[in-house]
């Protein structure tokens, strides 16, 4: 059981946006900001958005995320067969003083 | 570039203890923290602990307290995880992550992992 819940799966078709819900409580993404990271198959997790919204070099502005309260989200614009992936939403947790992490949401490009 | 390479496959019996290395290159070793991270097969990611290779101060999730170690060797800029009394369900692959940032601001504590490296399969089995 995770201490952010995700969805466990996701889906849209080619050019559509898709959007991946991240909940959390006032410890964690009440308190702190949010990364997200993208897994695609058979390789280890890559910075997609640190600090609530912002993307490192080299992310395409079809992945934007947001924060509101103690709930986060990833938005994908534009969806593309390479984006097939699992997402996973991070924050500090000022109760547990330990980094925790969601679930996972399985994306699939129809 | 920056890159964290890590050492290879391990096969381990239950009760022992594994080391896994994770060797930075690219940026100041001792400028940011290493953070671990596992992941069982087909399950989502765990977080372990950070270790800040300056001062070799660590922090390790409650989980773990008292079976995970976290060291380095500054003069060859890796990074440790030690995991002992191994039990099958620590059958999982091992990443380690640089942290950056990692400051409490006006938005809370903030920190990121980038980059990660390549991960190491440890395999517990009788």
């Known amino acids: 059981q995770s201490v952010l819940t995700q969805p466990p799966s996701a889906s849209g078709t080619p050019g559509q946006r898709v959007t991946i819900s991240c909940s959390g409580s006032s410890s964690n993404i009440g308190s702190n900001t949010v990364n997200w990271y993208q897994q695609l198959p058979g390789t280890a997790p890559k910075l997609l958005i640190y600090?609530?919204?912002q993307r490192p070099s080299g992310v395409p502005d079809r992945f934007s995320g947001s924060k509101s309260g103690t709930s986060a989200s990833l938005a994908i614009s534009g969806l593309q067969s390479e984006d097939e992936a699992d997402y996973y939403c991070?924050?500090?947790?000022?109760?547990?003083?330990?980094?925790?992490f969601g679930g996972g949401t399985k994306l699939t490009v129809l | 570039q920056v890159q964290l390479v890590q050492s290879g496959a391990e096969v381990k019996k239950p009760g022992a203890s594994v080391k896994v290395s994770c060797k930075a290159s690219?940026?100041?070793?001792?400028?940011?923290?290493i953070n671990w991270v596992r992941q069982a097969t087909g399950q989502g990611l765990e977080w372990m602990g950070w270790?800040?290779?300056?001062?070799?101060?660590?922090g390790y999730a409650q989980k773990f307290q008292g079976r995970v170690t976290m060291t380095r060797n500054t003069s060859i800029s890796t990074a440790y995880m030690e995991l002992s009394s191994l039990r099958s369900e620590d059958t999982a692959v091992y990443y380690c992550?640089?942290?950056?940032?990692?400051?409490?601001?006006?938005?809370?504590?903030?920190?990121?992992?980038?980059?990660w490296g390549q991960g190491t399969l440890v395999t517990v089995s009788s």
């Open positions: 270790m800040n290779p300056n001062s070799g101060n660590t």
């Open positions: 600090s609530n919204n």
């Open positions: 690219g940026y100041t070793f001792t400028s940011y923290d």
């Open positions: 991070a924050a500090w947790d000022d109760s547990l003083n330990g980094k925790v």
């Open positions: 992550a640089r942290a950056l940032w990692g400051y409490y601001d006006s938005s809370g504590y903030t920190d990121w992992f980038d980059p």
